[in-house]
């Protein structure tokens, strides 16, 4: 593994399923009465969240100490950087204080990649979500997820060639979006992205993903195994993308009606937070095809895997 994580796009196939399978044996720990590993004793590792979180931050810090690092959250609000001190400030900071990683969740696209290339800070950069640019590791768990539902609770070495995934909706102002087409085509998936042409960026042809401008008549010809649904990012919109949210609801949502146009095998996912009601239903949301929460948990097996990869050096997993 390469010392930093800044975007899906830096795993090749095998450390993509490397990784998987490590989640593979973490989530193994996290059964147990105990969920504890050794692996990170004595290592530092800062949550540098300058943007709301509630699941990444949460997950990030669970999965962390599970590996018995030392944990140190630093969030903007009521620290110096609500005083107007820099990124490079406060990385210099960390750096003094002898973090061994910095989890790092920015509005600004590149931040990450910024920490990563300056030398204001030796540790390894893991980007937990940087502006509309990327979000890796909710790329990797929901991989894995789809891995678990696919192919089974235990495949180590499986990828997902020939998994149909269309992800759908504010595809515009999604790192999620972004970070996952790339994965997924790393890992043999066919990725379709389904929107309405004011949420897709304007050039899309850079991105490893069919495109679709209608949602129903996508899912009847190219039957996804997989289906995304994209939370509508408010905070990042500064025009009108759709006329009304009930509009948006009608043609963009996946509802009941869609939900049973579904082969009976797909599964519906959402990264959270959902805006019930919007493009997700709450039949849909709590439906057993519905693999929100699971995403969730998984999500601490996959922190748990890239911490291990990237900061355990030599040491033994001891899973
Ligand atoms: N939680 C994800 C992210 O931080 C998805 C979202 O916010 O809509 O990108």
Redesign the pocket.
């Known amino acids: 593994m390469t010392k930093h994580l800044l975007s899906a796009g830096d795993l090749s196939r095998e450390q993509a399923i490397e990784i998987l399978d490590i989640a593979e044996g973490m989530s193994n720990v996290n059964d147990r009465e105990i969920k504890k590993l050794p692996t990170l004793r004595g290592k530092t590792v800062v949550n540098l969240f300058f943007e709301d ?1 509630t ?2 931050r949460i997950s990030f810090e669970v999965a962390e100490k599970r590996l018995s690092a030392d944990v140190i959250n630093f969030s903007a609000k009521g620290s110096s950087v609500s005083k107007g001190e820099s990124l490079k400030d406060t990385a210099q900071t960390l750096e003094a204080i002898g973090a061994d990683a910095v989890v790092i969740r920015h509005s600004a696209s590149g931040a990450a990649n910024v920490l990563a290339h300056s030398n204001w800070i030796q540790g390894s950069i893991i980007n937990a ?1 940087d502006g509309t640019h990327e ?1 890796p590791t ?1 790329a990797l768990l929901d991989a894995f997820t789809m891995r678990k539902r696919i192919h089974g609770a235990q495949s180590p070495g499986k990828a997902l060639d020939g998994v149909k995934v269309a992800i759908v909706g504010d595809i515009l102002h999604s ?2 979006a972004r970070s996952n087409q790339l994965l997924l085509s790393t890992l043999g998936a066919e990725v379709h992205f389904v929107a309405p042409p004011t949420l897709l960026p304007q050039n899309a042809s850079g991105f490893k993903a069919a495109l679709h401008y209608n949602l129903d008549e996508m899912l009847a010809t190219e039957k996804p195994d997989v289906v995304m649904m ?2 509508l ?1 408010a905070e990042r919109m500064n025009a009108s993308y759709f006329p009304t949210e009930r509009e948006y609801a009608r043609i963009w949502g996946f509802n009941a009606g869609r939900l049973g146009a579904l082969k009976d095998s797909a599964i519906v996912m959402h ?3 959902m805006n019930r009601g919007l493009e997700i239903d709450a039949v849909t949301a709590d439906s057993p095809r519905s693999t929100v929460l699971e995403q969730v948990t998984n999500g601490v097996s996959i922190r748990m895997a890239v911490l291990y990869s990237l900061l355990s050096g030599e040491r033994s997993a001891d899973v």
């Open positions: 979180s699941r990444t979500g979000h909710q790192r999620v994209l939370r990012q990264p959270g937070p």
